[in-house]
């Protein structure tokens, strides 16, 4: 079995940062994509950022050059910047993994974050 545990979430004022971290435990498996989700109460889960393994990337329009992903696939760990958090980026996000390109693969417990204004 493989769990990805999230990390890195907290409290902080808005124009604050984080950087958050998924690591994959158990089960080792090739990497083809890591993500980052998130959720807010009463809103559907929207995609955050997402990383292939040959370093592409793709972005939520609302990033708007905020955030920043990175995979480390030797250590089967992705890593989110947040950089300028704004009250409305306040959620629960969530780490995926996936070993090809047919859909998500495994999902964290999700790590909270929080902006206050």
């Known amino acids: 079995q493989v769990h990805l545990v999230e990390s890195g979430g907290g409290s902080v004022q808005a124009g604050g940062s984080l950087r958050l971290s998924c690591v994959a435990s158990?089960?080792?498996?090739?990497?083809?994509?890591m993500g980052w989700y998130r959720q807010a109460p009463e809103k559907q889960r929207e995609l955050v950022a997402r990383?292939?393994?040959?370093?592409?990337?793709d972005y939520g329009d609302f990033v708007k050059g905020r955030f920043t992903i990175s995979m480390d696939k030797a250590k089967s760990t992705s890593y989110l910047q947040m950089n300028n958090l704004k009250p409305e980026d306040t959620a629960v996000y969530l780490c995926?993994?996936?070993?090809?390109?047919?859909?998500?693969?495994?999902w964290g417990q999700g790590t909270q974050v929080t902006v206050s204004s």
């Open positions: 995926a993994a996936a070993s090809d390109n047919s859909g998500w693969d495994y």
């Open positions: 158990g089960a080792m498996f090739s990497i083809k994509n």
């Open positions: 990383i292939s393994d040959s370093g592409r990337r």
